[in-house]
């Protein structure tokens, strides 16, 4: 999954800044369906990923079933914590 892809994808744009509140959240709305739906692990990560960046993403134990996907959840989140200075 290309991140420019995801964002034209899901908000019209591979611009954030020009991505409108009405358009992100319609956008984040169809990524939660899709996040649902998805069967694939690596590309509903990916999604869970893209998710939680925008301060949307469903809490772990509600997004992953396997103790796997969860702890690979937390490394991602403690990376970008660390990236953002935090």
Do not use: C, I, N
């Amino acid at each position: 999954m290309e991140l420019d892809d995801q964002l034209r994808r899901y908000f019209g744009t591979d611009d954030p800044a020009a991505v409108t509140p009405a358009a992100l959240d319609a956008g984040v709305e169809k990524m939660l369906v899709d996040f649902g739906l998805e069967k694939d692990r690596a590309r509903r990560f990916a999604l869970w990923t893209l998710l939680h960046m925008l301060g949307r993403a469903p809490d772990l134990d509600v997004a992953f079933k396997d103790a796997a996907d969860r702890d690979a959840a937390r490394d991602f989140m403690d990376l970008m914590d660390r990236a953002s200075g935090g």
